[in-house]
């Protein structure tokens, strides 16, 4: 029985939906998170990297964000990762205004009172005609 060839380090490859990258170690890793260390260093604590134009394939610096992983189950919850990196950027700033809000809804009530709307929300912080 014949055996499959090892890949070399630095050998790409497409699994997960993302690059990966083989390395020295006979590891693989995103190729996504070694170009962001790369140029910005490690990335911090409790955060991921979302593409803006929603392709895996696509790593340049512009196209990957910094995104909690609470911002991303809200902007999946939502549907709001978008095709357009313009459209996806601004659903993220969307997804961070309301869950501020929605922290500050829970400190001011003392506590988890569940999910609100955003017109609920705006209602609730006395801005009323939403």
């Known amino acids: 029985m014949a055996t499959r060839p090892h890949k070399r380090p630095g050998t790409e490859r497409f699994r997960n939906s993302a690059i990966q990258v083989k390395m020295a170690d006979n ?59 313009g459209l996806t950027r ?12 929605s922290d500050k809804l829970k400190k001011k009530r003392g506590g988890d009172r569940g999910h609100y709307t955003i017109k609920r929300m705006a209602q609730l912080m006395g801005y009323g005609g939403l």
């Open 27 to 85: 590891s693989w890793k995103e190729k996504h998170i070694i170009l962001w260390e790369q140029a910005r260093g490690k990335l911090p604590e409790g955060l991921r990297l979302i593409f803006a134009d929603g392709d895996a394939k696509n790593c340049s610096l512009d196209n990957l964000i910094p995104a909690t992983k609470r911002e991303i189950f809200y902007m999946n919850r939502h549907s709001l990762f978008y095709a357009d990196a």
């Open 90 to 101: 601004a659903a993220l700033a969307l997804a961070r205004h309301s869950i501020a809000i």
